[in-house]
C-alpha cells in the first residue's frame, strides 16, 4: 500500500479513492482504449476524428474515452499499479512526462514508431516532438501546442491606441498607455485570468527559471518578484478588471479592452458580437526573437501494460501517423496541431490561432515549461497568486512561501521514494 501511496503523492494527487472508469475488463482484442482529458466543446472534435479514423477500416479501432482531466490524472497511477484497467492508449500534458517516467509508468516508443519514417522531427513542432525524448529514448508522440495569447478588441484598441498594431507584438508598456485612456470613459483594459501561464511567461520574460537543475527550485528570485510586482501594479493603478469580475464577460460586452486567454477559448468566443482580434501574449519588450508564449502540449504515451499485445501498440502508433495528415478538424477546436502539414492548408492559415506556428521564429516563441516539478509550483500559484494581485501578500512574501514550499514537496517525494526503494531491496534480499 505504501507503494502506492508514494507514486500518487509523486504525481501531485490528493485522494486514493477514485478508480478507472468503465470496468477493469481487457479492451477486445481489435479495438483501441483511448484515455483522454478532452470533455469540453473539443471532444466533438476528438470523436469527429476518430470516427473517421475508424472508417477507414483500421486493423485496430478506436474507442475514446474522455474525462475530467483531474479524475483522469488520479486514476493513471491507481490504475497501472495496479495491473488492471489500463487504457492502451492515453493523452497527458507535457509537464507530466518526466514524472512518468521517472515512475517507470511509461513504455518507451522507440521499437513502435521506427516502422513509421514520417513520425520525425522533421514534421513536427520542435518544441512539441523535443518534450518526448528523455535521455536518448522516446517516451511521447505531440497531437499539438497550446498557448495562451492576447484577445484584443479591435475597435476599442483603433480608438486608444492604433500605433500598437503595427506588429505581432504588444508590450506591458503599450497595454498601460491604451487602459490608461479607456478607464477614462469606464472601459477596464486588460483582463485579470488564469495566473499560471501569465506568471510563467513573465517570470521566463524576466529571465528567471524555475529550477537551474531540473530538480531544486529557484523561485525566491528577483525575476519572480518582479513578474508579480507587474500584475499587481496594473490592479492597483485601476486598469483590469476588479476581483469578483469576469473579464470574458467583459470583453464580450465591449467592457475590456485586452483578454489574455488560452487560444482554446475561441470555441466560446466565435459567437462574440465582433471580430476579436488575437496576437502574442503580453511582453515586457517588443523584441519576437525575445518573445515567451507559455504553452504545454497534449501528448501521447502509452503506460506500461502487460495485457497489450505488440500488434496492439503498433496499432496505436499508427492512428498517431493517420492523424499527422488528418488535424485539421483539432485546429478548428482551437488548438495548434503539433504536425507541420497543416502549414500547406489555406484553411488553417485562415484560422487565428494560426501565426503562432507560421514561422519558425514565430513557433520558436512557444515555449513549454517542462520542470519535473510544474505541478507543485502550478498549486502555488493558482492558489496565492491572486492574493498578490489585490494586495493581501507582498510580492517578495510570495515568492519565499513558493520557494519552500516547493522545496518541501521536492523533499517528501525524495523521502517517499527513498523508503520505497528500502522496502523493495529488504523484499528481494528476504526472497533470497
Request: hydrophobic content about 35%; aromatic content about 10%; some cysteine.
Amino acid at each position: 500500500m505504501k507503494n502506492k501511496v508514494m507514486r500518487l503523492l509523486s504525481l501531485g494527487v490528493a485522494s486514493l479513492s477514485l478508480v478507472a472508469c468503465g470496468n477493469n475488463e481487457k479492451s477486445a482484442p481489435n479495438e483501441i482504449t483511448f484515455w483522454n482529458p478532452f470533455v469540453g466543446p473539443d471532444r466533438e472534435n476528438m470523436n469527429a476524428m476518430i470516427d473517421e479514423y475508424n472508417s477507414t477500416d483500421p486493423e485496430f479501432t478506436i474507442t475514446n474515452v474522455s474525462m475530467e482531466e483531474g479524475d483522469m490524472y488520479t486514476k493513471i497511477p491507481t490504475v497501472v499499479n495496479s495491473g488492471s484497467g489500463i487504457p492502451d492508449l492515453n493523452i497527458v500534458h507535457a509537464e507530466r512526462i518526466v514524472q512518468y517516467k521517472d515512475t517507470n509508468m511509461l513504455l518507451p516508443l522507440d521499437e513502435y514508431i521506427s516502422d513509421f519514417s514520417e513520425l520525425n522531427e522533421n514534421n513536427y513542432i520542435s518544441e512539441a516532438w523535443n518534450i518526448g525524448d528523455i535521455e536518448g529514448e522516446r517516451y511521447s508522440l505531440p497531437l499539438d501546442i497550446h498557448t495562451f495569447g492576447l484577445y484584443y478588441n479591435p475597435d476599442l484598441v483603433k480608438k486608444y491606441g492604433p500605433e500598437i498594431l503595427d506588429d505581432n507584438l504588444i508590450t506591458y508598456d503599450e497595454i498601460r498607455e491604451v487602459s490608461e485612456k479607456a478607464v477614462d470613459d469606464g472601459i477596464n483594459g486588460i483582463g485579470i485570468t488564469w495566473v499560471k501561464p501569465t506568471f510563467m511567461s513573465l517570470l521566463a520574460q524576466h529571465g528567471g527559471k524555475m529550477s537551474e537543475d531540473g530538480k531544486n527550485p529557484t523561485l525566491n528570485t528577483q525575476a519572480s518578484i518582479d513578474s508579480l510586482q507587474l500584475l499587481h501594479d496594473l490592479y492597483v493603478d485601476g486598469l483590469t478588471n476588479e476581483e469578483g469580475t469576469d473579464p470574458m464577460q467583459m470583453f464580450l460586452n465591449n467592457e475590456l479592452v485586452f483578454f489574455p486567454e488560452g487560444i482554446w477559448m475561441q470555441n466560446t468566443m466565435r459567437d462574440s458580437e465582433f471580430e476579436y482580434g488575437l496576437t502574442n501574449f503580453p511582453q515586457i519588450t517588443d523584441d519576437l526573437s525575445n518573445t515567451i508564449n507559455w504553452a504545454s502540449s497534449h501528448q501521447f504515451v502509452m503506460f506500461n501494460n502487460d495485457d497489450r499485445s505488440e500488434e496492439k501498440a503498433r496499432g496505436a502508433i499508427e492512428f498517431i501517423d493517420w492523424l499527422r495528415d488528418n488535424s485539421m478538424e483539432w485546429a478548428k477546436a482551437g488548438q495548434i496541431p503539433a504536425t507541420l502539414n497543416l502549414l500547406e492548408e489555406e484553411e488553417y492559415l485562415e484560422l487565428p490561432h494560426s501565426f503562432f506556428a507560421e514561422t519558425p521564429e514565430q513557433a520558436d516563441t512557444l515555449t513549454i515549461f517542462d520542470y519535473k516539478y510544474n505541478g507543485y509550483v502550478s498549486e502555488y500559484i493558482d492558489s496565492n497568486v491572486l492574493d498578490v494581485i489585490f494586495g493581501r501578500l507582498s510580492p517578495e512574501e510570495a515568492a519565499d512561501e513558493m520557494q519552500r514550499e516547493v522545496t518541501d514537496k521536492i523533499e517528501q517525494d525524495s523521502t517517499g521514494l527513498q523508503e520505497e526503494a528500502e522496502e523493495e531491496t529488504e523484499g528481494e534480499e528476504s526472497e533470497e
